[in-house]
């Protein structure tokens, strides 16, 4: 398998796929799309009249919350994803890190917030990735499409946070790059205003936006989740939005401290 580009895309950007698929085509190294499927949860979520409950951007999953995540984002979502490659001339199989046991998991212990203690449910903290399904597909020219599920060693299925699953994977298939694919484009001082983008974003970056409340919640998670696979080797990573991929115009190159 040749080094891949690792793609990220979340729920949020799912209505404006238009240029996507046609940016996949022009690309020349094999893709792996990562997609989540959090505002599609929510939004069944609450068909079912149940409540989700997110903690510091990342969502608890309880027994219920488990089954919506594998019915929105293994079904709907991943389906409709594949779907969409296909009918744009790529040939995408989808999966879930259960498949093959790809995403070899355990359950998150929980954490301490603000002195109390939370326990995030069935969330599933990788321990391995087994690339090997991944490899297979690539060499026989598909495309894998992949919903952030994992599996610990009894069967035992867990939600999985997207942006861990892309830059995880990112690092054990030795990716060229991993482009995590915002509705907000790269990392904003203000979000209503396009112009403070930040071209690259430094710990330093992030900490000061962090304290000024300019990176906050997912996006907070998403600099975090970058920033180590970066540290495991993966030599560029950007975050920007779905029309950017090629270009990255406006986009936001996370790096390793300033010198």
């Given at each position: 398998m040749r080094a891949p580009i690792v793609i990220k895309i979340g729920g949020a950007v799912l209505d404006n796929l238009t240029r996507f698929w046609d940016q996949i085509k022009a690309m020349?190294?094999?893709?792996?799309?990562?997609?989540?499927?959090?505002?599609?949860?929510?939004?069944?979520?609450?068909?079912l009249g149940h409540a989700p409950k997110i903690i510091e951007g990342r969502r608890v999953t309880g027994p219920l919350d488990l089954k919506i995540a594998e019915w929105a984002m293994r079904g709907a979502v991943n389906v409709r994803l594949v779907a969409q490659a296909n009918a744009c001339g790529l040939k995408a199989v989808g999966l879930s890190g259960v498949d093959g046991a790809m995403i070899n998991v355990r359950r998150r212990e929980p954490w301490v917030?603000?002195?109390?203690?939370?326990?995030f449910g069935w969330v599933g903290e990788i321990v391995s990735i087994d690339t090997t399904l991944i490899e297979t597909i690539s060499d026989a020219g598909f495309i894998s499409i992949?919903?952030?599920?994992?599996?610990?060693?009894?069967?035992?299925?867990?939600?999985?946070?997207?942006?861990?699953?892309?830059?995880?994977?990112a690092a054990h298939i030795h990716a060229k790059e991993l482009l995590l694919v915002t509705d907000s484009g790269g990392v904003l001082r203000n979000l209503n205003d396009p112009s403070s983008l930040l071209r690259t974003?430094?710990?330093?970056d992030e900490t000061a936006g962090i304290?000024?409340?300019?990176?906050s919640g997912g996006m907070s998670?998403?600099?975090?989740?970058?920033?180590?696979?970066l540290e495991k080797g993966v030599s560029s990573v950007w975050v920007l939005g779905v029309d950017d991929l090629l270009e990255k115009q406006n986009a936001t190159s996370i790096i390793m401290e300033k010198e």
């Open positions: 020349d190294s094999p893709v792996v799309i990562v997609h989540g499927g959090g505002i599609q949860s929510t939004s069944l979520a609450k068909r917030i603000d002195g109390e203690k939370v326990d992949i919903a952030p599920l994992g599996i610990d060693n009894s069967g035992q299925r867990y939600n999985v946070n997207a942006d861990t699953v892309a830059c995880t994977l974003c430094s710990p330093s304290t000024q409340g300019w990176i998670v998403k600099i975090q989740t970058a920033r180590s696979a």
